[in-house]
Structures are given as structure tokens and as C-alpha cells.
């Protein structure tokens, strides 16, 4: 098992790890990444993107991540395939543990990204494009005049509920048994905007329709005439793993940083989709450039 | 043939790809790009009940809705109308 000390271990190679570790490495800090998936994130899944800077043509998700790769090897970052399964902090020393083993360093810096979920209830795969939506910034123009459900606890969903309301007629804001996940700026406008109801407490059972959408079915047995539901809900991986930790998170799971990228404990930094801030690939690697600078300031000071 | 795409939609820069290089191998049909991002665009993917993107519609009638779809999606597609 590898007792080396690595100045910063970054968890996640997504955008923002790999952009951490472009900065750790090139500083000459002992850098490790750690992937369990696979090397690039969410990215990969995105099939052409045009709002990175400096692709003026536009660039494939995966020819995007692969150039991370390639940069952030060129200064000697140390990238392993290993699922993180916990985290411990042991002040100036932090220790990850992995199916593999453990690794040691002075820094962590978290990078591990949302998963998008589907709500996963009878007629959502059914009615998909056909009234059921994932992105509301992409087809909720096509629900003006009409009325749609937000699915979705976090703030991305409360926010949608907003931009959506401003056309359809009528928006169910629908955040899930325990509610939404903190107190969003975006709720209190949320309860005093007329086309929006806040239905806190009920869950959605089934999407049912016949060519397209045409209402939902609610745990309290009630039924809701809808023309839309849009399904924004998101987990931050490893959550548990770091609550148990004591890395402190919102009710979604969503890290909580500082403005320097650090967490509530010293030494470790969170960047990019786990802090819920941004959801792209220039806002990602923006804060993966922050953690890293702030946790190189922190390296100098453990001896 | 229509392809309803907006410029924040994460899917529709491959769609289009796709669109286009189908138009490439079709000159003799005719094959528009909606820009639902625009009021005639959303008015047109509603007159034609379009309700995510991207889409494709063939003469007016909705072929493949959402991603992923392929060229032989599309070829099968235009080959259907045609027939």
C-alpha cells in the first residue's frame, strides 16, 4: 500500500479536478488524482460544446477531456482509477481511502461532480420528449401558455421554476418529500409569484398521458393536469462518504465552500458541480483553479 | 425536413452535425434548421406540437424526438417520407 504523501489529492477527474490538478502539478506539488469512473466527468457525455473559450469551432466533450488529460500528465500529475469509498481528517495529514488501499496528503481538494437522476416512476420514460424534459432551459419554451410541473429539490430546480413561470401559465413546484434543500433567495420569490405553487410534502407516483403528457399522479392520491413535467434533480456523489467526515454540506448534499474553495475543514477544498455552483465546464474549471491555488497556500504551512 | 434546435440545448451541436451532413448527401430536399430560441421558431415547433429538443420532423410530422439518434435514424427517416 502506497505510503507516499502526496501534497494534494484531487477527487474527481472531471473538469474541475483536471484543471486543479493542471495547477497543483505545475507547481511541482505531488499530485493525485483519483477517478472511479472514468477520466473526464460529465463532460464526456456532452457531444459538442461550443462555450469553452478557445475552441472557436467548437469541440467534442470527450476531445475536450482527453486535451485535459494530456496537459495535466505533461506536469507529472499522477492519475489512478480508484473508487473513493472514505475520507478522514487527521489536521495537517488527510487520508482517502479507496477499493485499492489509502493515499495520504496534505491537501484534498473535492471534485466529484452531480449525477443527473431520472425521477424513475411509471410513464416518465414513456412520455420523455413528449412532455417529460430534463433541461428547462431547453424546451420550457415550447410550455408557454400551459401548465408544467419542477420536479426537484435543489436550487437548480428552483430556479427553473422561476424562468419557466415567466411564460407557461402555471407551474407546480414539486421539491420532494423533504422539501428543498436549503433557503434559496429564488423561494421567497417563488411563494409570492402567482403562477407558481409550492406543493411541499407530495411526491409524483406516475406520469400519465396518452400521445403526450396530461397530468401526473401524486402520493395523496390527488391527480394534477399538466401539459409538462421537467425532472431536475442532481446528487452530489460521495455525499455521505464526506458528511460522515464532517465536511459540511447543504440539505441536497451540495458542498459548502468558502471563498477561497475551502470546506468547513481546513485543508480541503471543494470545486466545480459538488458545490452546485455553475454546472459548466468554464465555471468548473474556474473554481478547480481556485482550490488548487488556495491549497497550495495551505501546503506551505504543514511541515 | 426540420431539425427544432436551440443554441442552449447541450445535444443539439451534435444533432446538427448530423442534420447537416444528411443534407449533404440530399441536395435535391430541403432541410431547415429552427432556432427555437426565436418566437417564430417556438410558434412553429408548437404548430407542429414539438415539445423538446432536438427534434426532427419530416414534412411536417414528427419523426425523432430527443438524443441520441443516428444517421441511420435519419436515413430512415427521410426514406419514410419518401416512400
Known amino acids: ?303 | 425536413m426540420e431539425l427544432f434546435c436551440s443554441p442552449v440545448c447541450p445535444n443539439c451541436p451534435a444533432a446538427r452535425r448530423l442534420f447537416n451532413e444528411a443534407a449533404g448527401r440530399h441536395p435535391g430536399d430541403e432541410f431547415v434548421e429552427v432556432n427555437t430560441y426565436t418566437e417564430a421558431g417556438i410558434e412553429r415547433g408548437m404548430s407542429l406540437k414539438v415539445m423538446a429538443v432536438p427534434t426532427v420532423a419530416v414534412d411536417g410530422e414528427i419523426k425523432l424526438v430527443g438524443w441520441p439518434f443516428d444517421e441511420k435514424d435519419l436515413e430512415q427517416a427521410i426514406a419514410q417520407a419518401k416512400a
Open chain 1, 1 to 303: 500500500m502506497a505510503e507516499d504523501i502526496y501534497d494534494v489529492i484531487i477527487v474527481g477527474g472531471g473538469p474541475a479536478g483536471l484543471t486543479a490538478a493542471l495547477y497543483a502539478a505545475r507547481h511541482n506539488l505531488k499530485t493525485l488524482v483519483l477517478e472511479g469512473v472514468k477520466v473526464g466527468g460529465r463532460a464526456l457525455d456532452a457531444h459538442w460544446v461550443d462555450n469553452y473559450p478557445g475552441f472557436p469551432e467548437g469541440i467534442s466533450g470527450p476531445d475536450l477531456m482527453q486535451r485535459f488529460v494530456d496537459q495535466v500528465e505533461r506536469f507529472g500529475a499522477e492519475v489512478k482509477h480508484e473508487t473513493v469509498i472514505g475520507f478522514s481528517d487527521f489536521g495537517d495529514l488527510k487520508m482517502v481511502s479507496t477499493r485499492q488501499g489509502y493515499h495520504q496528503a496534505k491537501a484534498v481538494i473535492i471534485a466529484t461532480g452531480v449525477n443527473r437522476k431520472q425521477l424513475s416512476v411509471p410513464g416518465e420514460n414513456e412520455f420523455k420528449g413528449r412532455g417529460v424534459s430534463y433541461c428547462a432551459v431547453c424546451d420550457g419554451p415550447f410550455f408557454k401558455g400551459k401548465k408544467v410541473a419542477i420536479v426537484g429539490e435543489g436550487r437548480e430546480a428552483a430556479h427553473d421554476a422561476e424562468i419557466i413561470a415567466e411564460t407557461a401559465s402555471k407551474v407546480y413546484a414539486i421539491p420532494g418529500k423533504r422539501g428543498y434543500s436549503d433557503d434559496f433567495p429564488e423561494l421567497q420569490r417563488m411563494k409570492e409569484n402567482p403562477r407558481i405553487e409550492i406543493l411541499e410534502g407530495r411526491e409524483i407516483k406516475e406520469i400519465t398521458g396518452k400521445d403526450s403528457v396530461q397530468g401526473v399522479k401524486l402520493d395523496d392520491g390527488s391527480h394534477l393536469e399538466l401539459d409538462g413535467v421537467f425532472v431536475i434533480l442532481e446528487r452530489v456523489g460521495t455525499t455521505g462518504i464526506l458528511q460522515e467526515a464532517g465536511v459540511a454540506t447543504d440539505a441536497g448534499g451540495c458542498i459548502l465552500v468558502d471563498d477561497t474553495g475551502m470546506t468547513n475543514i481546513r485543508g480541503v477544498y471543494a470545486a466545480g458541480d459538488c458545490s452546485c455552483w455553475g454546472m459548466q465546464i468554464a465555471t468548473a474549471t474556474g473554481m478547480g483553479a481556485r482550490a488548487a491555488l488556495s491549497a497550495m497556500k495551505h501546503v506551505k504551512t504543514v511541515k
